[in-house]
């Protein structure tokens, strides 16, 4: 029997109907796998595949690793010894996080490591120490209003961990030094003010980073260089935008890197040091560099650029691939990994597909960038999308002509 074709709108149902992706890490023991959290069943799960196409271009299939049905996860890292990994899970929303190890993503199920619902774990940048040794999370219970920085002996058979952060405040661990000895630390003053710490997991020092008489700064530590000489830092100190700098360990020295006129989001860093991975915001979209390190040269990933909204930035263990997961006006958030050494050329494609409406893709508005000044003269830029016309010959809006009025749906979005 043939349907008639409908030239109704498409109802909010299909385009509401999604799996939503929050967070991956590649599997550092063989990154031709990823770990990824998704809701496919319903539920935040845990869930590993392929970290490339198939050789007719599609998603290979995925692997749940946990059931849970009242528990959300949030987050992952993957071991960087083993097979295993550390999630992080809360109970029916309450963001008191749990922390949960699983000690092969292809075998085992997971068990707690933690399990006080009165009581919130947090995650930084890194969990495992390069050597797997330890974990470094945060968490408040000595006090519901610090959130102090903890390591954990994993080698231990009983519950081998210390506080490294004795003072109130709120922190968030960072990265591990290559040495696994030391880890930098952001102290969270105010929501415009943040504090750098050196944490030494040895002597259980905390040293503070000192900048002088500074305006009150942003601060997002990145990883360390390979020779632990120093780490990268995402900061606002003293400019309107945030910019990249590399903090000396020996000089006690912050020194620029790149300062353009528009905020950097997001960084790693290859494991031989030898590449620098960035995205700036511009003009709403994220735009991905790359730039040598040895030779200064930066370079765009242009198939990237204008895209979307770049959420999270990773490179896998071995260098060759680069992961990222990507909102872009025409679909919820999906994860995509291109390949290090062709990223001029390579396409991005997707490895996962979260819109399940059913809907061409020509149906889709990209949305166009427009820009215009506010009160204080300085230049705003927004994304304004229109109805479509009555051109789309199969999925036309019905009663669209050109004098047509439309309702209008404003969207604002504020910095700190």
């Not at 008639?4 to 063989?30: G, L, M, T, V, W």
């Not at 979260?354 to 230049?379: C, H």
Request: with cysteine.
């Amino acid at each position: 029997m043939k349907v008639k074709k409908s030239n109704h709108n498409y109802p909010f149902e299909r385009f509401a109907s999604i799996r939503r992706y929050s967070s991956f890490d590649f599997f550092n023991k063989d990154p031709s796998w990823i770990l990824y959290i998704s809701d496919i069943n319903g539920q935040f799960n845990l869930w590993r595949q392929r970290s490339y196409l198939s050789p007719e271009g599609e998603p290979y299939a995925s692997y749940q690793l946990t059931n849970f049905i009242d528990y959300s996860i949030r987050n992952v890292f993957s071991s960087p010894v083993d097979n295993g990994a550390i999630f992080f899970a809360d109970h029916y929303g309450t963001e008191n996080f749990q922390i949960y190890i699983i000690d092969d993503i292809f075998h085992s199920w997971p068990q707690s490591i933690t399990n006080n619902s009165n009581v919130r774990h947090e995650w930084g940048s890194e969990c495992f120490s390069p050597n797997g040794k330890y974990i470094v999370y945060g968490s408040n219970e000595s006090n519901p209003s610090d959130m102090l920085v903890y390591v954990r002996n994993m080698e231990s058979t009983s519950e081998d961990k210390f506080c490294i952060t004795e003072r109130e405040g709120w922190y968030t661990p960072g990265y591990w030094s290559p040495n696994n000895r030391m880890l930098n630390c952001t102290q969270l003053v105010t929501l415009t003010d943040y504090t750098i710490w050196i944490l030494d997991v040895e002597s259980r020092k905390m040293e503070k980073i000192a900048l002088g008489n500074v305006d009150k700064s942003r601060f997002i530590t990145g990883p360390w260089l390979p020779d632990g000489k120093g780490f990268y830092i995402i900061s606002d100190l003293n400019r309107e935008f945030a910019g990249l700098a590399f903090y000396d360990i020996d000089k006690s020295k912050f020194e620029w890197i790149h300062t353009p006129q528009r905020d950097i989001e997001l960084i790693d860093i290859s494991p031989d040091g030898k590449n620098l991975l960035w995205t700036e915001n511009v003009d709403g979209y994220s735009n991905l560099f790359i730039k040598n390190i040895q030779n200064g040269e930066v370079r765009e990933v242009t198939d990237l650029s204008r895209k979307g909204v770049i959420e999270d930035l990773k490179l896998s263990n071995d260098g060759k691939k680069i992961g990222l997961m990507i909102d872009t006006p025409t679909s919820p958030t999906n994860i995509y990994v291109i390949g290090f050494d062709n990223y001029e050329k390579a396409k991005s494609n997707a490895i996962t597909h979260s819109l399940l409406g059913n809907i061409s893709a020509d149906v889709l508005i990209e949305p166009k960038l427009i820009k215009y000044k506010s009160l204080d003269g300085l230049e705003i830029s927004a994304f304004l999308y229109m109805p479509e016309n009555n051109n789309n010959k199969e999925n036309k809006r019905t009663n669209n002509s050109p004098t047509s009025k439309f309702g209008a749906i404003l969207s604002i979005h504020g910095g700190p």
